[in-house]
């Protein structure tokens, strides 16, 4: 069973078994139209809650995404290296940026689940 939560800032994060798969929203990836590069990080990198993580670069401004949470990146999409846009076509899904491990899984807590993150989109 796979549960995903939302920051204020338009990242998900999906939890399963213990593994967190994180992106952007859908809402985030149409305001920032067509992306043309993304900057995904280093693999075992440590992060804390709140660390700008990646830019995602479009054809209008250059976004940071952030950490939702304290842990260490497992892996990224390298898909994403070559096609930014899979971010803009399935961001959601195949679009993800970076998987890792959650170091305090309480900070999951704050974020928001799926009707609370719509409702603030209004």
Not at 4 to 18: L, M, P, S
Not at 75 to 86: C, D, I, Q, R, Y
């Amino acid at each position: 069973m796979s549960t995903t939560y939302y920051t204020e800032d338009h990242e998900w994060i999906r939890v399963e078994n213990g593994v967190a798969t994180v992106g952007i929203t859908d809402h985030a990836q149409e305001q920032l139209g067509d992306l043309v590069f993304i900057d995904l990080p280093s693999p075992g990198a440590s992060v804390s809650k709140g660390d700008a993580l990646v830019v995602v670069e479009s054809v209008k401004a250059a976004s940071d995404v952030y950490a939702p949470v304290d842990g260490e990146v497992k892996s990224v999409n390298e898909a994403l290296t070559s096609e930014p846009g899979l971010v803009n076509s399935a961001a959601e899904g195949d679009g993800w940026l970076w998987s890792m491990s959650i170091a305090d899984e309480s900070q999951l807590e704050g974020l928001m689940d799926a009707e609370t993150y719509k409702k603030s989109l209004d």
